[in-house]
């Protein structure tokens, strides 16, 4: 029988890739993990935040969280793991275009060096890990159904203002 981990992920910048700009990433899980439902991990100043970051940030965050959850079950099920996101370039980067991307050396269709490619090549090898005896699955849901995580990215943003 797979053992199933549903997760909600958000990223929230405040002052978008400008000087000075603060980043948080949400985590939020169906059931207790580690006696937690919710995270919140703040995204460093270099190089600055961006909301494009901060998404990314917030689905390595779930990822290593799981791999974490994965390495203390005593039995080694079949391990599916549900990432529920409102972004919707997350999901195109990583289960869209990475192979694209990669195939061309990193550029995009345009030409130009992939934007945010350590989070994305971070993400990837997460994703590999957990591939390897389970699956990840990535499922698009509306900003308004992922309020949990989004209130958590924020709740990072607010302890970095001062």
Same mark, same amino acid.
């Given at each position: $029988?797979?053992?199933?981990?549903?997760v909600r %992920?958000?990223? +929230?910048?405040?002052?978008?890739?400008?000087?000075?700009?603060?980043?948080? +990433?949400? =985590?939020?899980?169906s059931?207790?993990?580690?006696?937690? #439902?919710?995270? %919140?991990?703040? !995204?460093?100043?270099?190089? +600055?935040?961006?909301?494009?970051?901060?998404? !990314?940030?917030?689905v390595?965050?779930?990822?290593?969280?799981?791999?974490?959850?994965?390495?203390?079950?005593?039995?080694?099920?079949?391990?599916? !793991? %549900? =990432?529920? %996101?409102?972004?919707?370039? =997350?999901?195109?980067?990583?289960?869209?275009?990475? &192979? #694209?991307? $990669?195939?061309?050396?990193?550029?995009?269709?345009? &030409?130009?060096?992939?934007?945010?490619?350590?989070?994305?090549?971070?993400?990837?090898?997460?994703?590999?890990?957990?591939?390897?005896?389970g699956?990840?699955?990535?499922?698009?849901?509306?900003?308004?159904?992922?309020?949990?995580?989004?209130?958590? +990215?924020?709740?990072?943003?607010?302890?970095?203002?001062?």
């Amino acid at each position: $029988m797979p053992y199933q981990l549903d997760v909600r %992920t958000d990223g +929230a910048c405040r002052g978008n890739g400008q000087p000075g700009s603060i980043g948080g +990433a949400g =985590v939020w899980f169906s059931k207790p993990l580690n006696g937690s #439902k919710g995270w %919140t991990r703040h !995204l460093p100043q270099y190089p +600055a935040p961006t909301n494009q970051r901060a998404e !990314l940030t917030g689905v390595i965050f779930a990822l290593e969280l799981a791999i974490e959850r994965r390495a203390a079950l005593e039995t080694d099920p079949f391990f599916i !793991l %549900t =990432v529920h %996101t409102d972004s919707k370039y =997350v999901i195109g980067c990583l289960r869209d275009w990475i &192979g #694209k991307w $990669m195939a061309n050396g990193w550029r995009n269709a345009r &030409g130009f060096e992939v934007v945010n490619r350590d989070l994305i090549e971070r993400a990837s090898e997460l994703i590999d890990e957990i591939n390897d005896g389970g699956r990840v699955d990535f499922v698009w849901i509306p900003r308004e159904e992922n309020e949990e995580a989004d209130n958590l +990215a924020n709740e990072a943003c607010d302890e970095q203002q001062y």
